[in-house]
């Protein structure tokens, strides 16, 4: 594809000149032809071909022409006048229809035929169609010209609503577009993350919480099934999930392909799009090819900063002094006014790289960068996006960061001012009045006062004068406040959550019911995060924390929980799993034991073991199995044992005083009353409960999280007991007379360990940690019982819903069957595919 | 041929970000195909380098996935163990193309015919 080509043929017009075809009016055909005048203004006779009837204007300004912003007289780039002075001649609204590359000419829909010495292809891309019943509907538009924007014009005069398929940057366009003009939008986006190709999850949900905010309806992981029509027009949108959206018209915004067929049949070589070298020439020597409908070293592109340089490249090899494209590293902004967005490389992270993340949630900003080998390679900003340019600079001069990277997250203004490249030179260098923290307003010369009046680490800094106690988005600065004001002696603060917050288990639960967050990645947000998206500690903290704090509000987060709660089996060392049905109280029947027993033969699990909680574990259970092994348990009767759990896991009780001659009240009736209030509910870490017939203790009451020991004037009620590594006895809590209040005291004791305890953390260790006596104190306080029992009993409504029925009902099919199979064959290596 | 290297393994929809789904392979090692919250999809052997802990089952969160079984954190993209701990899982070179996903066949079958 690189043989030079001699340009003085034979054959060539009168004046002289090679005769070049331009296939596509548009950005880069046009600029391809700018670039060639600039250099030698008399080396072609220059055609171009438009299918558009219209001259060449910019086309990424149809977003502001459709919000009302600009004209179309504002966009045009290249006016009738333009052609005219430079010889040009354009052939606008007649569309080429084939390259006969034998003869060397186009010929076009209208029937011209035009001959060539050089063909130039500039055919940009077509908008991505999904194959979906009703696409062909009146009312169905794509984005991509003028006429596209007439046609959204006419359809919003009339009112109405829209949908907008796609939630990337040109969708998002298209729907702010639209809301301006008074229709009511909703954006079905196939992804979780709106943008997702240039923004990251914490980015993309405050991009989505502004635009709700605006009034638009946003569904992220929404597939279009079909579009509705009547009478020939469209009427509405079916989602996947059976979900009708009515509207007027739908926007099509899912994507584009590189127009290349006219390529392909004039059989040029072509993979996604144009195959070409570095110098724009195709495998036909005399064909160049430019713009979105290109492929250069393997990459399609589809924005505008990349055709400038190809341009350039182009008209250096055309008028003979080839110089090369090496490919474009591309940025993008968003164009919603009000809404500051840029993004920048690669941020998909990957071996070696390192993320950067500052949030304020003060200000609604985030900024992500990220750093391999010294070098910036990524950059997501949201909300300040003053620095994008400075960091896209470094990024495509592949800068050593080095020196600066310390303050490089805080932006051009920090980082490449000398000194105060390290942050706390530019923390020291700030006046005794600036502000610290802005939502306690605290000045910096309050926060190094309180410093020298002894507070020496950032929880006595918080407790002192209130500094980054709120929503701690100055901690970095309290921090460095504390490092040049002690120098080496800052006490470090007590445990974090996790590695990716500042903020203790405390005070996230705390922050969460103040701020009232609802949501993973709003947490994550607000409370400054410094991962996109968590790790395997936080999620499933976070999951308990909100599913806790927001009972029947918040939804449970299956991708945040471990394998047992994802598939409420428990998982063993060869990867099956073992299932243990709830036996109320340990008590059990003929038809359970029977259904139990088919159970173990019909999916040949090798073992069924009594365990210590007094119910039957069958193990060796495929995942694919679990569901139909749930529905024969359900159809005896049986749920689920939540053995698995971080949860309420059995209830242990012993034979009881209808049997037994030292059984003193109805201990083994009382035990099935506590495991009926309790089962199902998620807690900080498992949770056991016993209760014992009498001091003999039959039941292991004491090494319970809550035990029970009656006896003849009443309950003993017992909690902070653990068997495990570390064995603890409990701690007597109290002594009550009725059953009632026994199942109260139970009620209670669970909700506040539910509330407080931290996350993995089971009775045992939290009353160590927090004494004793609090847990009396707190229960003592007037009312105390009943409002923790009634917020335990509200839970439970929620949570006493048998997730076995569910599944085998056919919930989360996903989870337990395989994606499909591959069956090789023995002999042929080309493997077949089943699909599960 | 391109096209005759690649193994189509059905839409990309099949899997919800976040997580992952298994891929038997008859006579050779389960495949992994995993989706991340970023929107990446990648394949690895379902096995830890550790003790064979299915890593379709661990919690995804960025490239990595945490092993169910004693909570390995493995690369989705490199199928390197990180921080501390060493080994590696084959990794299985796949490609999104018009919303399908794809397994470079030889890598899904080698395994077969060595065993
Ligand atoms: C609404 C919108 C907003 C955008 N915003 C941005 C942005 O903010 N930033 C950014 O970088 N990029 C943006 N883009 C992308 C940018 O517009 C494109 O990258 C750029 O226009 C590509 O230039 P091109 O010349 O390759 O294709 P085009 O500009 O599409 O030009 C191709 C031309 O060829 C014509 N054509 C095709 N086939 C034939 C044929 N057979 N015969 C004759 N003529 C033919 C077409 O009608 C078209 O006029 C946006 C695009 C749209 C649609
Ligand atoms: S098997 Fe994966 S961590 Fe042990």
């Keep these: 594809m690189n043989a030079p080509v001699n340009f003085e ?229 079916r989602l996947e999930d059976g979900t009708e959206i009515a509207c007027d018209i739908v926007v099509m915004a899912v994507g584009i392909r590189p127009a290349t067929a006219l390529a392909r049949e004039a059989g040029l070589e072509v993979e996604r799009g144009i195959m070409v070298d570095d110098h724009m020439v195709t495998s036909d020597p005399a064909v160049l090819a430019v713009g979105e409908c290109v492929q250069h070293r393997g990459t399609c592109y589809g924005l505008v900063a990349p055709l400038w340089e190809m341009c350039r490249a182009l008209a250096d090899h055309a008028t003979g002094a080839p110089t090369g494209y090496e490919g474009s590293v591309t940025s993008t902004k968003l164009k919603v006014s009000g809404i500051d967005l840029f993004s920048a490389g690669d941020f998909s992270g990957g071996e070696g790289c390192e993320d950067i993340v500052m949030r304020d949630a003060a200000r609604g900003a985030y900024k992500r960068v990220i750093v391999k080998e010294n070098r910036l390679i990524g950059a997501v900003l949201y909300g300040d996006t003053a620095d994008g340019s400075w960091y896209f600079d470094l990024m495509k001069k592949g800068e050593d960061i080095a020196p600066i ?57 918080r407790s002192t004068c209130k500094a980054s106690a709120s929503c701690g988005s100055c901690t970095g600065l309290v921090e460095s406040l504390l490092a040049l004001t002690l120098g080496g002696e800052v006490q470090s603060g007590p445990k974090t959550l996790c590695k990716c917050t500042s903020f203790t288990h405390d005070d996230v639960r705390r922050l969460i019911l103040e701020k009232e967050l609802k949501l993973i990645p709003q947490v994550m947000q607000e409370l400054h995060w410094t991962t996109p998206d968590g790790c395997s500690s936080c999620r499933p903290a976070l999951n308990y924390y909100l599913l806790c704090a927001w009972p029947g509000e918040y939804e449970d987060d299956q991708k945040s929980r471990f394998v047992n709660e994802r598939m409420h089996a428990n998982i063993q060392k060869d990867g099956t799993y073992s299932v243990v049905p709830r036996m109320w109280g340990g008590l059990t029947n003929p038809r359970e034991l029977r259904a139990i027993a088919d159970v173990v033969e019909k999916y040949d699990a090798p073992m069924v073991k009594v365990t210590g909680g007094q119910r039957l574990d069958i193990f060796g259970i495929r995942k694919e199995d679990l569901p139909a092994v749930w529905a024969d348990l359900n159809a005896a009767g049986m749920i689920s044992g939540h053995a698995y759990g971080k949860s309420l896991r059995t209830v242990k009780t012993c034979v009881g005083s209808e049997w037994c001659r030292f059984g003193t009240q109805d201990s083994t009736g009382l035990g099935v009353k ?163 | 041929m391109m096209i005759g290297n690649w193994l189509d393994i059905g839409p990309v929809t099949q899997i ?100």
């Design chain 1, 9 to 237: 043929r034979a054959g060539l017009p009168g004046n002289g000149r090679e005769r070049l075809v331009v296939i596509g009016n548009g950005m880069a055909g046009c600029r391809a032809v700018e670039e060639i005048l600039a250099r030698d203004p008399l080396r072609f006779d220059v055609t171009i071909f438009g299918a558009e009837p219209r001259v060449n204007y910019n086309r990424i300004m149809l977003s502001p022409v459709l919000a009302g912003e600009k004209t179309f007289d504002e966009i045009v780039i290249n006016t009738p006048e333009w052609y005219e002075d430079n010889g040009i001649t354009l052939v606008s609204g007649d569309k080429v229809v084939s390259i006969d590359r034998e003869t060397q000419s186009v010929i076009a829909a209208s029937g011209r035929v035009e001959p060539y010495d050089r063909l130039l292809i500039a055919t940009g891309s077509d908008p991505f169609i999904i194959p979906v019943p009703g696409k062909d509907l009146d009312g169905v538009v794509t984005f991509r010209d003028l006429d596209d924007v007439d046609r959204m014009l006419a359809a919003a005069d009339r009112g109405g609503s829209a949908v907008v398929i796609g939630g990337g940057l040109l969708g998002l366009e298209a729907a702010h577009g639209l809301n301006l003009r008074g229709m009511k939008v909703t954006v079905i986006h196939l992804m979780p993350t709106l943008m997702e190709r240039q923004l990251d999850e914490a980015a993309g949900y405050l991009l989505r919480s502004e635009l709700e905010r605006r009034g638009q309806t946003i569904l992220t992981g929404a597939n279009t099934k079909e579009i509705l029509g009547e009478g020939g027009r469209v009427a509405g949108v």
């Design chain 1, 405 to 461: 990277r310390e303050a490089l997250i805080f932006g051009q203004a920090f980082a490449s001012g000398g000194a105060l490249a390290d942050p706390n030179a530019a923390v020291a260098a700030l006046s005794d009045d600036a502000e610290i923290c802005g939502c306690n307003g605290v000045s910096k010369g309050t926060v190094v006062k309180a410093i020298q009046g002894g507070a020496c680490s950032l929880d006595t800094v």
């Design chain 1, 674 to 836: 506590i495991e009926h209030m309790t089962w199902g509910s998620w807690m900080p870490h498992k949770f056991k409960i016993a209760v014992s017939g009498c001091p003999r203790n039959c039941a292991e009451a004491t090494i319970k999280d809550f035990g029970v020991i009656c006896v003849d004037s009443g309950y003993e009620l017992h909690v902070g007991g653990n068997g495990g590594i570390k064995v603890r006895a409990t701690d007597f809590l109290c002594k009550v007379s009725t059953e009632e209040e026994a199942m109260d005291m139970c009620a209670a004791f669970t909700q506040l360990y539910r509330e407080e305890a931290h996350y993995l953390e089971r009775t045992a260790p939290w009353i160590e940690r927090v004494g004793l006596q609090y847990v009396k104190d707190r229960l003592a306080e007037a009312g105390a019982v009943e409002r923790y029992a009634a917020r335990f009993r509200y839970s439970q409504q929620f949570m006493q819903d048998d997730p076995w029925a569910r599944r085998a009902a056919g919930e989360d099919a996903k989870l337990h069957q395989h994606l499909a199979e591959v069956r090789p064959f023995p002999t042929a290596p080309k493997p077949q595919l089943e699909n599960a």
């Design chain 2, 16 to 115: 919800e970000p976040g997580t992952a789904r298994t891929l038997p392979v008859l006579g050779c090692e389960e495949i992994a195909v995993f989706h991340t919250m970023r929107g990446e999809f990648f394949a690895l052997r379902n096995q830890c380098p550790h003790k064979q802990g299915p890593l379709s089952q661990g919690i995804v969160h960025g490239d990595v996935v945490t092993c169910p079984l004693h909570n390995w954190n493995i690369s989705l993209r490199s199928g390197k163990a990180l921080g501390d701990d060493e080994g590696c899982v084959p990794t299985i070179p796949l490609k999104v193309d018009a919303g399908r996903l794809y397994l470079l066949r030889s890598a899904v079958v080698t395994r077969a015919e060595a065993a």
